[in-house]
């Protein structure tokens, strides 16, 4: 070896070390940043089918600061506008963000008004990149800010400014903001705003800001009633009595009792809407317990809060949340060295509910039958909850019908905890196709045997006396309630003819009968798969031309063999998409339909449950009523039923029946 192969080898030692020098290491402004890393600043990105979506999120970071504003007596209304549901724009009438600093504020992370409690006291935005964030991840960004006569205007294109100008006005003062999130296939591709995920946000803003007057799209959201309307407008059930609703110095409760199982709860703090709770959600459900038990000298918590629907908001000096989306509060603290949250929640509802139920002995009363029942089918079933418990335990030590995960959304640290998922199937083929095409880490899989029970009109007894239904409550984890529930979507994946469909209905049914929480907290969907697999012949034409090649003995060098990424494959979820694909991938495709899910290969099904899973999320509407969908669709008015099929019945186009054609 000459001296200098013996340079080159000391200089790189094996052929796959990389170099790693002073070049590797660089400094990112804060916009570059978030567009590298937005799930640090925005959590998941999406494509606005789903309210936990980022577009979301840069939305709810705009508002915030107007609904700051309205919180410091500045300005009472705010008007939003979102254009074909990609363009959005937002206009309040507070003070204005201060003109000098314009720029820094929208663009500059870490910078804002926020940091001295003394201009606001108990907001949201303290960290200083909110609208930084919505800045950085829109192709188009506009600021204005109108104060006393003058107007500065400020554009950016992915959070590059752009131009800068200021002008006199005759407008009132406050912020004019407009943003069009940023479609780029690494971000928000194929987004558009759902008009009613955007609509149950803005409501839940009024419901917190009495007084406070949305207009969206051209109508007007407010509330006169505070929490007393958002269980209004959210209950799905009768409530038994009045709803109970109190009011102090920051804070707000209100809360009824319902024929239905579990508990619901809707937590609030500083406006913001905290769907996994916290520790003032906790301290609620802790001392409304008590104080009722306190009061009557008797009765089990879990009796005293079965039914129970429930609201709380409170605000909180420099609260500390558990994630960037804020959605549960971790502050012990209603102030940094102040009173515990607990103690605060804990001493408010001590007095207030029990002075209300001593001044209101008849609804105290009502309150009391309701317990006693909830009591009385406790202990009838004690007997029969014991024994199912222990099979349970057995059962998920070697339950073959569960395929569990790694990450469960009741691991409180991890990172990926919402991505995780379960997927309730049909039958051992469906079953094992997505078994074998999941990802391990995230997603779960439970297979029924069949058509589960018609559970409508039974009680929560038969929950443990069914097999099934009691090892999926044990694999939820939901027995006692969302606090443990170990997956963030519970996707009903069954075939999309009549069977599965009647069998997607019998789960459905059983979580709004025994676990109505899970379906209004967002965490059931169903699984889209796709009906059509179109693809064109390009590969078959090649075959037939490789076959007459072959009868000449010399070797074919022309026509290689065909590979699989000869196929130009499009899947269709609708014959609106079949159709668009035959007529960009014709003449003549070859088109397959899909009859079941076992029919999937898994390498196929890898596509369809991976980062473009199409899931349709399971909701309650508004003047939805429990129990009288279950009645109608599932109860034994069956005449009723089948004349509304009847009248409502649509035939499709007769289709040949083969698998190809």
Sequence with gaps: MNMEEQITNTQHPTPNTLVYDDDN??????????????????????????????????????????????????????????????????????????????????????????????????????????????????????????????????????????????????????????????????LFKGYRFHDDIVENMLRNYTYLNIGLAIMYNGRRILSRHGLQDLLKDRMTNDALYPIIHLQGDDIEIAFTHANQYGEEYYSFVNGQHTTQGGTHQSAFKEHIAKTIKEFYGKYEPGDIRTGIVAAIAINVEEPVFESQTKIKLGSTQMAPDGESINKYVGDFIKQQVDNYLHIHQDIAEIIENKIRESEKERKAMAGVTKKAREMAKKANLHNRKLRDCRIHYSDVKNERKEESCIFITEGDSASGSITKSRDVNTQAVFSLRGKPLNSFGLTKKVVYENEEFNLLQAALDIEEGLDTLRYNKVIVATDADVDGMHIRLLIITFFLQFFPELIKKGHVYVLQTPLFRVRNKRTKIR???????????????????????????????????????????????????????????????????????????????????????????????????QNFIIDNLVIEEDRPEEEEY
């Design 543 to 641: 075959n037939k031309e490789v076959l007459t090649n072959t009868q000449d003995p010399t070797p074919n060098t022309q026509h290689p063999s065909p590979k699989k990424s000869d196929f130009v494959t499009r899947y269709c979820y609708s014959e609106e998409e079949r159709l668009q694909a035959i007529q960009e991938l014709g003449p003549d495709p070859e088109i397959t339909r899909f009859k079941g899910l076992g029919e999937i290969s898994p390498d196929e099904f890898a596509g369809f449950i991976g980062p473009d899973i199409r899931l349709e999320q399971v909701t309650l509407q508004k003047n939805d009523q429990v129990q009288k969908l279950l009645e109608y669709y599932m109860g034994k008015n069956t005449m009723e039923r």
């Design 25 to 186: 290491i660089k400094t990112l402004t804060g916009t570059e940043h978030i567009r590298l890393r937005p799930g640090m600043y925005i959590g998941r990105l999406g494509d606005g089918s789903l309210p936990e979506d980022g577009i979301y999120v840069l939305l709810k970071e705009v508002i915030d600061n107007s609904i700051d504003e309205f919180k410091m007596n500045a300005g009472n209304r705010i008007e939003i506008t979102i254009e074909d549901n990609l363009r959005v724009t937002v206009r309040d009438y507070g003070r204005g963000i201060p003109q000098g600093k314009l720029i820094e504020a929208v663009s500059v992370l870490n910078t804002g008004g926020k940091y001295d409690s003394k201009a606001f006291k108990k907001s949201i935005g303290l960290n200083g990149v909110g609208v930084k964030a919505v800045n950085a991840l829109s192709t188009h960004f506009e600021v204005q800010s109108f104060r006393d006569g003058k107007v500065r205007k400020a554009t950016f294109e992915r959070g590059k400014l752009v131009s800068d100008v200021t002008e006199d006005t005759q407008d009132e003062n406050g912020t004019y903001i407009y943003f069009e999130p940023d479609s780029d296939d690494k």
